[in-house]
């Protein structure tokens, strides 16, 4: 099947299943060289809602979500959460890390409500019990903030900017938590051809990751 030039949209958070989104688009590309894909690097509530308002056709989000909305395939790609902190310091030396380890010190949490409610149980805390100096939706920013010693930030190691200075080391939490990619699209959605033809590449993982 050819088809003419046409622009593909997605949407991806910060996550591992991002391999498997370029490993799809490289597949996809070669066989149809005429599809261009425009992609978005977004948190997982601007994704849903360029989904839902049309505006994405495809998108790669992190649990927990409600897939109500949407058909999805869950990806074998798993993200370990842990803790961003600077090489100086004083939990830099450890290899994991406890409630009670963490707690004592600033910390930077993701702005997404039901994130930072599982992170508050693992801590066995609430907001007002520990200092929390920054809220973040996209960790290259939060990143910095870590560099420049405003605090640790909860993250997953899946995201890009965990490795983009090398003051910074990430230590995963215990016991450890993890958390899958899902790529998702809206039911009973009329889509393009394109859309179409990479939707069931997608459906085509389910038999690999059974």
């Not at 003051?167 to 938590?177: H, M, N, V, Y």
Request: net charge neutral; proline share 5%.
């Amino acid at each position: 099947m050819e088809l003419r030039t046409l622009r593909y949209f997605l949407a991806a958070a910060e996550a591992t299943g991002s391999q498997t989104l370029a490993k799809l688009i490289k597949k996809f590309t070669e066989k149809y060289p005429s599809v261009q894909f425009t992609l978005y690097n977004e948190t997982v509530d601007n994704i849903k809602d360029r989904l839902n308002k049309g505006l994405v056709d495809i998108g790669l989000l992190l649990e927990p979500i409600d897939v109500t909305k949407y058909d999805y395939v869950r990806l074998s790609q798993q993200d370990t959460w842990g803790l961003l902190v600077r090489d100086d310091h004083p939990l830099n030396a450890k290899r994991s890390l406890s409630a009670e380890d963490v707690a004592p010190y600033p910390l930077i949490l993701p702005l997404r409500d039901n994130i930072r409610a599982e992170i508050m149980h693992w801590l066995g805390k609430e907001e007002n019990e520990i200092r929390i100096p920054l809220f973040y939706t996209l960790l290259s920013n939060a990143a910095l903030m870590v560099a420049e010693g405003v605090g640790c930030a909860f993250c997953m190691d899946g995201a890009l900017a965990i490795r983009s200075d090398p003051r910074l080391k990430f230590i995963p939490l215990e016991p450890r938590r993890m958390t899958h990619s899902v790529l998702v699209w809206k039911k009973n959605n009329l889509f393009s051809p394109a859309a179409s033809l990479f939707i069931q590449e997608i459906n085509l993982l389910k038999s690999e990751i059974r």
